[in-house]
């Protein structure tokens, strides 16, 4: 059973920061690609950024590119979300998910676990 377990969200204003941590049990947590995505109310959910299994490649949405970073330890069975710069549209649960297959995956159908979310709220 892999089970993913997002940690990090919350209240912040707008320019503020967060960093997410995702910590992945019941497998090697190096053989999955990972990702980030997020929904808002009314409205479906999308990809922020993902990462490699070696973590040597990444992809970011352009809303976030440059005020984002995913980063992995496979040391901790932990990948990171980054979050700088925060604007009030970044507000929305934020769910990590893995993919069993290597390399870059945008889309969540291509994901085979996900954690519950954590909810990031953005004032203005």
């Known amino acids: 059973q892999v089970q993913l377990v997002e940690s990090g969200g919350g209240l912040v204003q707008a320019g503020g920061s967060l960093r997410l941590s995702c910590v992945v049990s019941?497998?090697?947590?190096?053989?999955?690609?990972m990702g980030w995505f997020r929904q808002a109310p009314g409205k479906a959910r999308e990809v922020v950024a993902t990462?490699?299994?070696?973590?040597?490649?990444?992809y970011y949405a352009d809303s976030v590119k440059g005020r984002f970073t995913i980063s992995r330890d496979n040391a901790k069975n932990t990948v990171y979300l980054q979050m700088n710069s925060l604007k009030p549209e970044d507000t929305a649960i934020y769910y990590c998910?893995?993919?069993?297959?290597?390399?870059?995956?945008?889309?969540?159908?291509?994901?085979?676990?996900w954690g519950q979310g954590t909810q990031v709220t953005v004032s203005s």
């Open positions: 998910a893995a993919r069993s297959v290597g390399g870059l995956a945008l889309s969540a159908i291509q994901y085979d676990y």
């Open positions: 990462i490699t299994r070696s973590g040597g490649v990444t």
């Open positions: 019941g497998r090697t947590f190096s053989s999955y690609a």
